[in-house]
């Protein structure tokens, strides 16, 4: 069983950054694939970048020149940096996690494909 637990929500004026963490338990942490999602009321969740276990970080076009996602397996850590921040990126962050990695775009992930979670964490741009 992996749990995700996700760290440095808040909020932020527009053009401003924040850094995301997220936390996962499991040793076979080199073994999974990760994603960064999120979800505003009455929306479906959606992803916004994703990193495979060499590291390699794909993104939506949404977010893509903004957000960076980065990993530090000694720390079991995902992270992602969002700098220039919009109002319309506010929304509660997700962390996922899945051993089955597939190489689709960012863009067309399903929340289906991901079996772990993080409890979410709120980003507002004011």
């Known amino acids: 069983q992996v749990q995700l637990v996700e760290s440095g929500g808040g909020s932020v004026q527009a053009g401003g950054s924040l850094s995301l963490s997220c936390s996962a338990s499991a040793y076979t942490y080199r073994r999974l694939c990760m994603a960064w999602f999120r979800q505003t009321p009455g929306k479906e969740r959606e992803a916004v970048a994703a990193?495979?276990?060499?590291?390699?970080?794909t993104y939506a076009d949404s977010v893509e020149g903004r957000f960076t996602a980065s990993q530090d397996n000694a720390k079991n850590t995902l992270y992602l940096q969002m700098n220039s921040l919009k109002p319309e990126d506010t929304a509660m962050y997700y962390c996922?996690?899945?051993?089955?990695?597939?190489?689709?775009?960012?863009?067309?992930?399903?929340?289906?494909?991901?079996?772990?979670w993080g409890q979410g964490t709120q980003v507002t741009t004011i």
């Open positions: 990193v495979d276990r060499a590291g390699s970080a």
């Open positions: 996922a996690a899945t051993p089955f990695c597939l190489a689709v775009p960012v863009g067309t992930m399903s929340v289906r494909a991901f079996a772990y």
